[in-house]
């Protein structure tokens, strides 16, 4: 099955909607993404991405080749120059990491186990009681 993400005007994903692969194939048999963009605007309307399910952080889940740095999901952005899904950012103080096109806190996550949400205001991880 193929992914697809509708992008707004202003490039932030609406919606992902899940594609049979016949309908982005051509005469040969190739999945390509144009076709499938295609199908999804006639039927739908709207601007259409395709998008890895088995991307995240540049990585792909089954060792394949990473597609667009991230799965696409509503409220992510669409960034035409790096060619990546970038998710809505979760705090201020936040770094974009250019390598994943994910947000990286200040301070690492503890590697100790435990679970822990971040403090904007004391810029710290907090642990979850």
């Given at each position: 099955?193929?992914?697809?993400?509708?992008?707004?005007?202003?490039?932030?994903?609406?919606?992902?909607?899940v594609l049979n692969n016949l309908d982005?194939?051509?005469?040969?048999?190739?999945?390509?993404?144009?076709?499938?963009?295609?199908?999804?605007?006639?039927?739908?309307?709207?601007?259409?991405?395709?998008?890895?399910y088995n991307t995240f952080a540049n990585?792909?889940?089954?060792?394949?080749?990473?597609?667009?740095?991230?799965?696409?999901?509503?409220?992510?952005?669409?960034?035409?120059?790096?060619?990546?899904?970038?998710?809505?950012?979760?705090?201020?103080?936040?770094?974009?990491?250019?390598?994943?096109?994910?947000?990286?806190?200040?301070?690492?996550?503890?590697?100790?186990?435990?679970?822990?949400?971040?403090?904007?205001?004391?810029?710290?991880?907090?642990?979850?009681?």
């Amino acid at each position: 099955m193929a992914h697809f993400a509708e992008i707004n005007d202003s490039n932030i994903v609406l919606r992902v909607l899940v594609l049979n692969n016949l309908d982005t194939m051509d005469n040969d048999g190739n999945e390509v993404e144009s076709i499938g963009a295609k199908y999804l605007s006639d039927g739908f309307g709207g601007t259409w991405l395709k998008t890895s399910y088995n991307t995240f952080a540049n990585h792909h889940r089954l060792n394949g080749t990473p597609f667009r740095k991230n799965f696409a999901g509503k409220g992510y952005t669409y960034d035409k120059s790096r060619d990546a899904f970038i998710p809505p950012k979760p705090y201020k103080s936040w770094t974009l990491n250019e390598d994943t096109c994910q947000w990286d806190s200040p301070k690492p996550y503890p590697s100790d186990g435990k679970t822990y949400s971040w403090n904007e205001k004391t810029q710290s991880w907090k642990k979850k009681e």
